[in-house]
């Protein structure tokens, strides 16, 4: 009972008398229709908010206390300071951090419903919290928590109530915007033997390496920033045998991720650092694989089934061609799948290839999705990829704003090359066979009105003989081009000749 007051107390129950009578002024000019819907939609309204703006709804006389039945809580150490804020004080963080602890024990106390479906709980779990907040407690309660294991007990006691409500997602991030600590929060085994969970993220916590590991209906697991030296990914595979999506970013001692089975078919990879030991990817079965980070520890193996796959690097370049060959083996591997994503570092890497007169590795990749930035520096990594791509059918650039490569980047090579001004594919008189034979099928989005795009434009538009739609979007949240600007531009684009007669050129807001 004190608990409930103490809950009504701080999110305003003391002001509800004053709240309804505001209501009942109003209500003689409009309806409220929120009050006519039954319960169960309201409770699905609440489940879809921050736990901590659910309860707040308890001062709305047409939600009144539905917040205790929620079937989603979602804990966000970042909701209570500003995480892009580096010169805040760490006793602030450590105030928001209480803040969000309180809340959580208030919840979880007063919680009715006979079951939740999600459980997300984002905060950084650090050894120097709980001396903090020990200094903030009444002697009673830190006897209590020094009693039931301290902090990281607590934290136990939290995930504990959501597993034995049967949640089926668990999310739980104990970095947050915070920082990497070398003593981590030890995730509690009964977590890892759940009957009911299908989907799982742990980030920067460790796994007790004599856990058995036992989720027969998991099908989503999201690893960051763990230590499998101790605990092998094959033990996570072995112990979800429905499992169909797989991503491991940043992991300690990944040394291997080889899986049989049939039903995962979605694998993301990220090597940590390049100190640590290369990787090896043998899945056989997956239909989808999306890579980043240290590129050269990856070696993949056996992926006949592979259809789709997503590239990226660090940005980390020096001048030296053949440093990329790793990059051109990992292209080799995948020139069999239909769709291939290329973000803007490996589109560099491409840039040195191109200047240096080197080929692209032949594939058979039918739809290209580019998400770049659209510099001078891009455009002949680009045309790298277009000449090696014989079979494209259907080209996708997404232009992220910006004008330069980072600085890291411009240090070490680009000025080594020379790259002429003015515009690039007016010199491009060597042959690109997809432009000729097969593109059918051009969108372009993102930063869509500096030079380098409507120049790209006009060079696809011309060389493209059998190209049958070109779509522009814009997006729907761009109002930096004003309704006049739009029309010169669209006017523009649309006078340009075209090499195929089918040729339509749309515009979209998507």
């Not at 830190?142 to 959501?162: C, P, S």
């Not at 390496?209 to 989720?215: G, L, P």
Request: aromatic share 8%; proline share 5%.
């Amino acid at each position: 009972m004190e608990q409930s007051c103490d809950i009504d107390e701080e999110y305003g129950v003391g002001r509800r008398n004053e709240a309804k009578g505001v209501v009942a002024r109003d209500e003689q000019e409009e309806v409220d229709r929120i009050e006519d819907l039954p319960d169960s939609i309201l409770i699905h309204i609440l489940s879809l908010l921050p736990t901590r703006d659910a309860v707040r709804t308890l001062v709305i006389p047409s939600f009144r206390r539905l917040w205790t039945s929620v079937y989603n809580l979602d804990f966000d150490w970042c909701l209570y300071h500003d995480c892009s804020n580096n010169s805040s004080l760490r006793y602030y963080q450590e105030s928001s951090l209480l803040r969000l602890a309180e809340l959580v024990r208030h919840v979880l106390a007063l919680h009715q419903g006979p079951r939740i479906r999600g459980f997300r709980l984002h905060f950084e779990f650090s050894i120097y919290h709980p001396l903090d907040e020990l200094m903030f407690l009444e002697p009673e309660k830190q006897d209590v928590m020094i009693r039931t294991g301290g902090y990281a007990g607590e934290v136990n006691r939290w995930i504990e109530f959501a597993v034995n409500k049967n949640a089926e997602i668990l999310d739980l991030d104990f970095m947050a915007c915070g920082f990497l600590n070398a003593t981590k929060y030890e995730l509690p085994g009964f977590v890892l033997q759940s009957s009911f969970l299908t989907e799982l993220k742990l980030v920067s916590c460790k796994v007790n390496s004599s856990t058995k590991i036992v989720m027969r209906a998991l099908k989503v697991l999201y690893l960051k920033e763990i230590a499998l030296n101790d605990v092998p990914i094959k033990n996570f595979i072995d112990g979800s045998p429905v499992l169909e999506s797989l991503t491991v970013l940043d992991c300690y001692g990944l040394r291997e991720l080889n899986c049989a089975s049939q039903k995962l078919r979605i694998l993301t990879v990220a090597p940590r650092f390049a100190i640590e030991p290369r990787v090896k990817v043998a899945c056989p079965n997956i239909k989808s694989l999306s890579i980043s980070g240290w590129l050269e520890l990856l070696e993949l193996e056996n992926l006949p089934s592979l259809r789709d796959a997503s590239v990226d690097c660090h940005d980390c370049f020096r001048h030296i061609p053949f440093e990329y060959c790793e990059v051109q083996k990992i292209l080799e591997k995948l020139h069999q799948v239909k769709v291939l994503t290329m973000h803007h570092p490996p589109i560099l890497v491409l840039t040195v290839w191109e200047l240096t007169n080197l080929p692209c590795p032949s594939n058979s990749w039918e739809r290209l999705i580019l998400r770049t930035m659209l510099t001078k520096w891009h455009l002949p990594g680009i045309a790298n990829v277009l000449r090696s791509s014989p079979g494209l059918e259907m080209l996708d650039i997404h232009i992220i704003p910006g004008e330069a490569p980072s600085i890291t980047a411009q240090e070490a090579w680009l000025h080594l090359y020379k790259i002429r001004e003015g515009n690039y594919w007016d010199l491009q008189d060597r042959s690109f066979g997809c432009l000729t034979d097969c593109l059918r099928i051009v969108k372009i989005s993102g930063d869509i009105t500096k030079d380098h795009a409507i120049q790209l434009v006009q060079f696809l538009l011309r060389r493209a003989l059998v190209l049958q739609k070109l779509v522009i979007s814009a997006g729907l949240n761009d109002c930096s081009i004003s309704v006049e600007e739009w029309k010169d531009y669209s006017d523009k684009l649309l006078s340009f000749p075209r090499g195929s007669p089918q040729a339509a050129v749309l515009f979209s807001d998507e």
